[in-house]
């Protein structure tokens, strides 16, 4: 196994009838460690799925390095790179069985004699005729039985012998999942390989690649739109937007204290509510004229910046629906969303007219363009400046004990 580096990764592609070069990757330095689940997210166009061409070999990068282990690969062909990509369209070979389709990249790994290769051609037009009739080939032997201890791992083993058509959407993608593992590959890239799953498929096909990456202790960099695969799946998550890098770190790091206002608003299903605001003395936040104290870790860093004009930050969670008291902040219901074991609520703040999500228990009694009132939680505000940046609380407050934790094998 071996980790991935890339270092000072660049990528353009060449401008439309004479126009400025189009910059997909700007300046990327990234450490994935051996071993360890990396999920790459951010909007499209964002440089997520060149990233994945560009370690596969599948792009040359404009300036940088690419690295695997401690060898540098950015002029290494494909074949040659050690890594194995799961594709969102399968990508499965329709005139070959899941069998063959499993053994392809084995035997593909290296050129052959042409008499071996004749040998083992003969055996597999020959394995299901009597022994005595069969044609041996250790080669193809070892080729099998790699095969079958894949199928075993996936549940593919009764699927062995039908085509790709005869597939549903699960065992396709499963059939490609142990393409790339039947090579045993160094690195896994993975490009929204689940997209096209519906939703249960989804959640059983997440758990089984999760279990088996954990299994295989393979370095692995997953690129996802979903939220939810970006919170489970991984060990770290990598943000990008326009080809920067925003954000590294664990899910909940991420979460709890996005770098900016982009990781705050892109990160988390509802996104983060912003509201501008004034900071007052005695730690204490202005929006319009009430008064909202702050507590914890990021009330330290306000005597600071008092008088400045900030946006703060609240996760859904952050809002208690609580009595109506001079302190609360009234609301107006916009839209409901029951989720059975929770339910959402939109609002509009009457002061300002900002629009909130609540997350509040499902047996709350609501009515749409009915009122409420919102006692914000004076330890989850996140404050960012002018340039959407993130003001940091002191650093122990900052420290995480959810440290990814890498498959040992």
């Known amino acids: 196994m071996a980790g991935v580096r890339f270092e000072a990764l660049c990528k353009s592609y060449p401008g439309r009838r004479g126009g400025r070069p189009v910059d997909v990757i700007?300046?990327?330095?990234?450490?994935?460690?051996?071993?360890?689940?990396?999920?790459?997210?951010?909007?499209?166009?964002?440089?997520?799925?060149?990233?994945?061409?560009?370690?596969?070999?599948?792009?040359?990068?404009?300036a940088g390095e690419i690295l695997i282990g401690d060898r540098p690969v950015s002029r290494v062909r494909p074949a040659q790179r050690d890594v194995a990509m799961v594709f969102q369209s399968y990508a499965l070979y329709p005139h070959l069985s899941v069998r063959d389709n499993l053994s392809f990249g084995l035997r593909r790994s290296r050129s052959l004699p042409p008499l071996q290769r004749l040998q083992d051609q003969l055996h597999r037009s020959a394995r299901h005729l009597p022994p005595c009739l069969q044609v041996p080939s250790p080669r193809e032997r070892r080729i099998e039985t790699r095969v079958g201890e894949v199928a075993e791992s996936l549940e593919l083993t009764d699927l062995l012998d039908r085509l790709p058509k005869e597939l549903s959407g699960g065992q396709k993608q499963r059939v490609a999942l142990g393409r790339a593992m039947a090579r045993q590959p160094k690195v896994f890239l993975m490009d929204e390989p689940l997209s096209n799953l519906d939703a249960k498929l989804r959640n059983s096909t997440r758990t089984r690649i999760v279990e088996l990456q954990k299994q295989l202790g393979t370095t692995t960099l997953y690129v996802t739109h979903d939220q939810v695969e970006a919170m489970t799946m991984g060990h770290r998550i990598a943000v990008l937007n326009q080809g920067y890098l925003q954000q590294l770190g664990t899910p909940m790091e991420l979460y709890r204290w996005p770098s900016n206002l982009f990781v705050a608003q892109f990160i988390g299903s509802p996104p983060m509510a912003l509201l501008p605001v004034t900071v007052a003395p005695a730690a204490t936040l202005l929006l319009e004229d009430r008064r909202l104290p702050v507590e914890g870790p990021m009330a330290e860093a306000l005597p600071a910046l008092e008088g400045q004009v900030l946006t703060a930050g609240l996760r859904p969670e952050g809002w208690r629906v609580a009595p109506s008291t001079n302190r609360n902040l009234p609301a107006e219901i916009r839209h409901v969303e029951v989720l059975g074991n929770e339910q959402l609520i939109t609002c509009q703040l009457l002061h300002g007219g900002h629009l909130v999500t609540v997350r509040t228990e499902a047996d709350l009694a609501v009515i749409v363009g009915g009122r409420l009132h919102l006692d914000p939680d004076p330890q989850g505000w996140r404050l960012f400046d002018a340039e959407g940046d993130a003001i940091c609380p002191p650093e122990p407050a900052r420290s995480s004990p959810e440290e990814p934790q890498l498959p040992r094998l």
Do not use: W
Request: charged share 20%; aromatic share 2%; net charge negative.
């Open 26 to 62: 700007r300046s990327l330095d990234l450490m994935i460690e051996d071993g360890e689940f990396l999920v790459l997210v951010g909007p499209s166009g964002c440089g997520k799925s060149t990233l994945l061409r560009l370690l596969a070999g599948l792009e040359l990068p404009s």
